[in-house]
């Protein structure tokens, strides 16, 4: 099984800071890698596919990189309504998540 | 309006059966894999199982395999989980959630997601 290593587990910022969130796969998964947000008692949202895009009507300081083995969500300037817990989804294989970071304000 | 309605959770006690079910509309059933997704209080999202368009190929995750049974039922435009020996571990949200990619040969991200519903293993 691909196991997915989501860094750092929590994370806390200021408001117009630049976010970085890492997820590293234990073997070559292209870049069949997806992004969520999922805030307090609602379902996850689909923020990035396929490593680097955009979903439809995601905001565009969101973004992500990466391929192969190593990849980066950022969110270029934090705003109040990002806090929430992020998870990264390889799909190479049967589909896994990371362990989530949980976002919070500074 | 994609939308997903998961119903069928509730408590149930160790070693018990319970079997989920979503409702999909807005958006051709037949032409998606569909997911299962859990989440235990307080953890992470779990991938749980998934089903091809035509519920053929089934996959789950291994601490399920052989106690869960995922289908569909294009005709009745349902997914379903049968959830049987039931442990303390599986209690969880369990959301159904709809692929991204229309009418592909495989899994890849989950665009819609039901609102979840609650399964409780317990005495």
């Known amino acids: 099984d691909i196991q997915m290593t989501q860094s750092p587990s929590s994370l806390s910022a200021s408001v117009g800071d630049r976010v970085t969130i890492t997820c590293q796969a234990s073997?070559?998964?292209?870049?069949?890698l997806n992004w969520y947000q999922q805030k307090p008692g609602k379902a996850p949202k689909l923020l990035i596919y396929?490593?680097?895009n955009l979903e439809t009507g995601v905001p565009s300081r969101f973004s992500g990189s990466g391929s192969a083995t190593h990849f980066t969500f950022t969110i270029s300037s934090l705003q109040p309504e990002d806090i929430a817990t992020y998870y990264c989804q390889q799909y190479d294989n049967l589909p896994a998540f990371g362990q989530g970071t949980k976002l919070e304000i500074k | 309006e994609v939308q997903l309605v998961e119903s069928g959770g509730g408590l149930v006690q160790p070693g018990g059966s319970l079997r989920l079910s979503c409702a999909p509309s807005?958006?051709?059933?037949?032409?998606?894999?569909m997911t299962w997704v859990r989440q235990a209080p307080g953890k992470g999202l779990e991938w749980v199982a998934n089903i091809n368009l035509d519920g053929s190929e089934t996959y789950y995750v291994g601490s399920v395999e052989g106690r869960f049974t995922i289908s569909r039922d294009n005709a009745k435009n349902s997914l379903y989980l049968q959830m049987n020996s039931l442990r303390a571990e599986d209690t969880a949200v369990y959301y159904c959630a709809r692929d991204r990619l229309y009418n592909w040969n495989y899994a890849s991200g989950f665009d819609y997601w039901g609102q979840g519903t609650l399964v409780t293993v317990s005495s």
């Open positions: 073997q070559d998964i292209h870049n069949y």
């Open positions: 807005g958006f051709v059933f037949s032409s998606y894999w």
């Open positions: 396929d490593a680097s």
